[in-house]
Nanobody
């Protein structure tokens, strides 16, 4: 059974940093592209960052470019999102997503990130 488990969320002050982790199990992690999405209250879920299966290509939302870094360790079946210079507008539930095709993808349960003083 495929499973994604996020961790690393929490409360942080503006300008601070957090590192989210997404532990995968139950599927061949190394062939899936991995993404992080987020959803703030009253807003639609949006793509934050994506990394392809071998880690050679990454894309970012304009709002996080230069501040967030997505990475993966295929030996550990884990994807990461390093978030620096956090802003209050980064407050959201962050979700991990694994996708192989339009009909083959998995989602984690989400982890709350709150940026507030």
């Amino acid at each position: 059974q495929a499973q994604l488990v996020e961790s690393g969320g929490g409360l942080v002050q503006p300008g601070g940093s957090l590192r989210l982790s997404c532990q995968a199990s139950g599927f061949i992690f190394s062939i899936y592209a991995m993404s992080w999405y987020r959803q703030a209250p009253g807003k639609e879920r949006e793509l934050v960052a994506r990394i392809n299966s071998d880690g050679g290509r990454r894309v970012y939302a304009d709002s996080v470019k230069g501040r967030f870094t997505i990475s993966r360790d295929n030996a550990k079946n884990t994807a990461y999102l390093q978030m620096n210079s956090l802003k209050p507008e980064d407050t959201a539930v962050y979700y991990c997503n694994a996708v192989l095709s339009p009909v083959t993808d998995y989602w984690g349960q989400g982890t709350q990130v709150t940026v507030s003083s």
